[in-house]
Structures are given as C-alpha cells and as structure tokens.
C-alpha cells in the first residue's frame, strides 16, 4: 500500500504549484461573493471578506507543510546532536543531557509553544526553529539508545583502535546504524509539528493573519460555525489528511526497521 | 523480595525529580522574561499608562534587579506556595487556579473513566482478532484519532450536535440560571467525547501490542493445553500480564487532572485550567502563566513518578530498587 506516501506527495506537489492552480489569489478580497456556500465557481465557497476558500487551503499547506516538514527537520538535527554526544560520551554529559530532556518533556509542549509565540511574536522562520527546538527530545533519546546499544557491539572500539577520530566513528560509523530510528522519530516530528502550528494558528499565536494557514483558517471560522460551516470542513479535512498520511508512512518505516 | 516498592527507590527517583523542576522553572523563567521589554511589554504599547508608571511598576515588581536575583526570589517564593497576584484582576494566582480545579477535575476524570471503558474492549478484541476486520477498523480508527487535530474535532461535534441537530449545548458548563443534572450532564457530553476518544486512541494502540506480545508468551500456550476456556485465557492469564505498560500511560496522562485540557476546555468554553491558561494567554497575565507551567510540568513529573511506581506494583518483573 503506497496510498500514504501518494496522498503526502499529491499534497506537497499541490502546495508547490498553488501559484498555477489556485483559481483566484488567496488574499483577494471579492466583497460581492462575501460567505457564499461552495459552488462550482468557489468549490469550498468564499470568507466573509469573498476571498476564496479553496486558494486560501492551497496556500495554507504551503505554510503548514513548509512548518511540518522545517520543523521536524530543526528537531531532528538538534535531536540527533543531543543524543548523539549523550550516547556516544556517556557518563556525566550523558546524564546531563539526559536530564535536560526529561526536564523538556515535562513541560506540556502547547502550553509552553503558546506561551513563547505570545512572547516572540514570530514570524514563520522563527515558528519553525521553535517548534523544532520544542521536538528535539523524542529523537534524542531514541539516538542515545541507539548508540548506547551500538557502542557496546565492540566495532566502535575496533573503528577506534584503528585510529579513527570521535567525529569520524559518530558521523561515519555510527550515525548510519541509527538512521532507521532516526527516520521513524522525524517523521513523527513532522505530523506533530503540523498540529502544533495548526493548534498555535488556531489560537491566533501562529501564523498571522491575514497570511492563510489551516489553523488561522479554522480560527476565523469557529466564529461564524453555525451560518458558515463550510469554512471549518475544509481546512480540519486537509490537516487531517496530512497528519493520517504522515503517521502511516512513519508506522511503514518502524515496521522495516523492526525487520532488520 | 518483600516489597515491590522500596522506600528507596521512592527516596531516589524524588531526589531526581529536583534538579529535573529546577531546570523546568529556568525555562519557564527565562522564556516570560525574554519578552522584548520584560513582563510588562503589554503596559508599554499602552498609550494610557505613562513612563513613570511602568518605571514604578517595574520597581515595585522587583523588574529592575538582576535576572538571576529575580529568579531566586520568584523560586523561594513559588516553591512557599507564594505564587503572586493575577496581571489582569490583582487576585492572588492560587485562587484563580483553585476556583478552576473542579471543573478541569469534573471533565478529566470522566474523560479518563470513558477512555478507559473505550480503550479495553477494543485493546483486547483487536489483539485477540489479529489482522481480521475488527481489528483493521479499530486500527483505522486509532491512527485517525491520534492525527485528528482536537479542536478540529471539537468545532465538528459543535457544528453537528449543537448547531445543527440541536441536541446539545455547544459550550460552558451549565445554562446560565438554569441547571439541574441533566443540563450539566448535556454539557459535560460533546469535550468529554472529544478528550476520551483522543486518549483512547493512542491507549487502545498500546494494549493491543502488550496483549499480541503477552498472548504470544509459553504460558498462555500451557494454559490453552491445559484446557483453559479462551476467554478465561486472555481475560484472566493474559490481560493482566499485559495491562502494566497501560496503567503506565494512563496515570501519565492523568496529570491532564493538574494541568487541564486546554485546547478542548477552550473550544468548549469549559470553565477549568485550560480555559484559565488560554485567558491569561490573550492577557498576557505572566504571573498566571509561568505558575500554570509550572503546575503542569511538575504535575507530570509527579505523574511520572506514579507511574512507575504504579508499573512496578503490577508487574513484578520490573525493578523497583
């Protein structure tokens, strides 16, 4: 079954071409079509300002998916240093660095990504690296844990008493053994970024107005759910999607990696 | 080995837990003061509220020593239980956060207890009937539950049992004047939903793996030689070999109890913490923040510690010393 891994491309393939297929610009205001139900002219129908619902979803995964994907990678790269040098150091950085992730993990991460978007006002850039830096931990233990059983199959030892430097055994010997672990907690990363911005948006702490993303859109709708629901379908069925087809394509990478 | 529980292994893992809230509470501190213009940055952008003002303000408030003094005196006065007044109303924090306890409690504990009720008969029946169409549709369902977005959900559930079917009330806590059981209870329905069906569906995954890896053991093999009825097997063999990792998860996810839900407390305008710390958000009320922050993660890390505490008792194959 690739139908996960086809969904996630159609959708990144969707947000690159939003420029070509957007039927109208996503920020143009049309006062005379204001809340107008879908119709063959505005499939997902139009805002209260008349601009057009389905543009706005096109460019809004452009920022969701730009988010999701930017973040996870932030995550990912933070992650794979922290638990590469815990794992690979032992002893007191290890534990150190331990405890900090434990100390991060127990902070709820909304609550606190809430709190640093009230306080940074970010732009979307600054959005990515927080979300990223608020994700490293997942990723880091599971590196840790990686290297920790790697080290002790003894082909560390042999790399090293064949004179190979710590930077050479981390990036060249190690690093590879763990690459499946690492693929299956990015790619977790990145349907956990697209729900924290589309949550962070969906408060109005994301992405402002009146750039689109699927949470602001879903804010601006919740006000008007009982005269404009087609407002709320659309952006929710979209995240939905991207989060579901995500998921698979990570459960799909873990079960590889328990085969091996 | 007596008691599963050592006095210290407790002692330990509490002795680790402070450095571990030390570190939270220096997060938490330097992320509210990193705010361009401190604490009082809203006050700034106030055209009403003068220079000498905020000057006093910020004098009164202790804003204008070092950082590290203004950290030491926010600790020693959180860790007394002196957690400062509310930004936006004056009131002390620990009232506004007590005021809000029942109804974040109310809301939790149902969730859990339906949770719960949801999680085992799906955990079970899709381990027992493995790769059969029970168990691809509670697979199915799981993996949607754990993607939806919960506010997404929540504005669903609001569009079609309030607003379109008319059955229930889209948000608050009880008819303002009105009331009764049964006007509460309505009004407990749509986020109970929305907080149980989210936790039972990342529990009921988490089940069915410990139940297939506990079914496949020898000793339920030797129970079914023996003669054991199946459903005696997995209810009374198997099931409580394989429910440890679940109590784990769900005394961790019991902390919601402390912290409040707060993206479905806020959609549904439930009057508990989540709903507090989503108000003092939009009020840049910093005092509120920080001493919810710290509340929840503290309230995880004691959770935690439950947990394992709680493991271990259940399972005596896990060290406890």
């Known amino acids: 079954m690739r139908l996960p891994a086809l969904v996630f491309a159609g959708l990144i393939a969707a947000a690159l071409a939003a420029p070509l297929v957007a039927p109208y610009a996503p920020e143009r205001i049309d006062l005379s079509m204001r809340r107008d139900a879908p119709s063959a002219a505005h499939v997902f129908g139009t805002d209260e300002l008349g601009r057009d619902v389905f543009s706005r979803v096109l460019y809004g995964a452009r920022v969701s998916l730009e988010v999701g994907l930017f973040s996870a990678a932030v995550a990912g790269a933070s992650g794979v240093a922290i638990g590469g040098v815990a794992g690979y150091a032992g002893g007191a950085v290890d534990a150190v660095l331990m405890r900090a992730t434990d100390a991060m993990l127990a902070i709820p991460r909304l609550p606190l990504l809430m709190i640093a978007a009230v306080v940074l006002q970010p732009s979307i850039p600054a959005l990515i690296v927080l979300i990223g830096i608020a994700g490293w931990m997942e990723t880091a233990r599971v590196v840790r844990a990686e290297f920790r059983t790697l080290g002790a199959a003894g082909f560390v030892e042999g790399a090293r008493a064949a004179g190979a430097g710590h930077a050479r055994v981390l990036v060249r010997h190690l690093l590879p053994n763990a690459a499946q672990a690492v693929a299956v907690s990015i790619t977790l990363a990145v349907a956990r970024g697209i729900l924290l911005e589309s949550a962070l948006s969906f408060f109005g702490v994301g992405v402002r107005p009146p750039a689109a993303s699927w949470g602001n859109m879903l804010y601006q709708a919740q006000a008007a759910l009982s005269t404009e629901p087609w407002l709320a379908l659309a952006p929710g069925a979209f995240i939905l999607m991207t989060t579901i087809s995500v998921s698979l394509i990570g459960d799909r990478l873990a079960a590889g990696a328990m085969k091996n | ?321």
């Open chain 2, 1 to 321: 080995m007596g008691d599963p529980v050592s006095p210290r292994f407790l002692a330990r893992r509490f002795v680790q837990a402070v450095p571990l809230l030390f570190l939270v509470s220096a997060v938490v501190f330097l992320l509210i003061h990193a705010a361009p213009g401190g604490p009082l940055a809203i006050y700034l952008a106030n055209p009403n509220v003068r220079p000498a003002d905020i000057e006093r303000l910020r004098r009164a408030l202790g804003l204008d020593r070092p950082l590290w003094q203004q950290y030491w005196t926010w600790l020693w006065a959180f860790v007394r239980g002196d957690w400062g007044y509310s930004f936006s109303d004056g009131r002390p924090v620990v009232a506004r956060i007590v005021e809000r306890l029942p109804a974040t409690i109310e809301l939790v504990a149902v969730a859990l207890a339906c949770a719960l009720a949801l999680t085992m008969p799906i955990g079970i029946g899709a381990a027992v009937r493995r790769g059969r169409w029970f168990d691809r549709a509670a697979t199915i369902a799981s993996m949607a539950g754990v993607a939806l977005p919960a506010f997404w959900f929540g504005l669903l559930l609001q569009m079609i049992f309030a607003i379109g079917l008319g059955w229930l009330p889209s948000s608050g806590r009880a008819t303002p004047g009105g009331g009764g059981l049964v006007d509460h209870l309505q009004h407990l329905l749509l986020p109970t939903a929305v907080l149980a069906i989210v936790l039972a569906s990342g529990w009921s995954r988490y089940l069915r793996g410990s139940m297939i890896e506990t079914l496949s053991q020898p000793f339920v093999a030797a129970a079914r030689a023996r003669g054991v009825p199946e459903r005696r097997v997995v209810l009374r063999h198997a099931l409580p070999n394989a429910l440890g990792p679940l109590i784990a998860l769900v005394t961790v996810d019991a902390a919601l109890l402390v912290s409040g839900a707060v993206v479905t407390e806020s959609v549904f305008a439930w009057p508990g913490l989540g709903s507090l710390f989503t108000e003092a958000l939009a009020r840049r009320d910093y005092t509120v923040l920080m001493a919810m922050l710290m509340l929840s993660a503290s309230a995880v890390v004691a959770f935690n510690l439950a947990a394992d505490v709680a493991h271990a008792i259940v399972d005596p194959r896990v060290p406890a010393s």
